[in-house]
Nanobody, 123 residues
Framework: QVPLVESGGGLVQAGGSLRLSCAASGRTFSSYAMGWFRQAPGKEREFVAA????????TYADSLKGRFTISRDTRKSTVYLQMNSLKPEDTAVYYC????????????????WGQGTQVTVSS
C-alpha cells in the first residue's frame, strides 16, 4: 500500500495558476514512478504527466506541454503539478498515482491512486 493524498485544487479564473500536491506515505516512495491523471465529467480518465523515481525524467500529454510541470521532492515524499495559463477545458478531478518501475502513461499501469482533487477553471 502506498497511500496518496492530493491537495491544492480549487476554483481559478482562466489564465490563472494552481499547484497540486500529492503526498505519499511509505518508505518506498523514492523508488516509485508518479503520474498525474485527470477526469472531466462524462469523459474518460486521461494522462497528464509522469515523473520517474529519481525525478530526472518527465513526460507530458502533448496538449499540456509548456503549461504544466511535474516535479517531486523525495525528502517530503511529495509530487507536484504546477499548472499555468489554465483554461476552462482543464476543469476536471485530478488524480495522482504511483507504480513501481518505469514511467507509464496508461492509467491501468498504476496500482495506487489518491482520492482526487477538483480543479475548476472559470471563463
Amino acid at each position: 500500500q502506498v497511500p496518496l493524498v492530493e491537495s491544492g485544487g480549487g476554483l481559478v479564473q482562466a489564465g490563472g495558476s494552481l499547484r497540486l500536491s500529492c503526498a505519499a506515505s511509505g518508505r518506498t516512495f523514492s523508488s516509485y514512478a508518479m503520474g498525474w491523471f485527470r477526469q472531466a465529467p462524462g469523459k474518460e480518465r486521461e494522462f497528464v504527466a509522469a515523473i520517474n523515481w529519481s525525478g530526472d525524467y518527465t513526460t507530458y500529454a502533448d496538449s499540456l506541454k509548456g503549461r504544466f510541470t511535474i516535479s517531486r521532492d523525495t525528502r517530503k515524499s511529495t509530487v507536484y503539478l504546477q499548472m499555468n495559463s489554465l483554461k476552462p477545458e482543464d476543469t476536471a478531478v485530478y488524480y495522482c498515482a504511483t507504480r513501481s518501475g518505469p514511467i507509464r502513461i496508461m492509467a491501468y499501469d498504476y496500482g495506487y491512486w489518491g482520492q482526487g482533487t477538483q480543479v475548476t477553471v472559470s471563463s
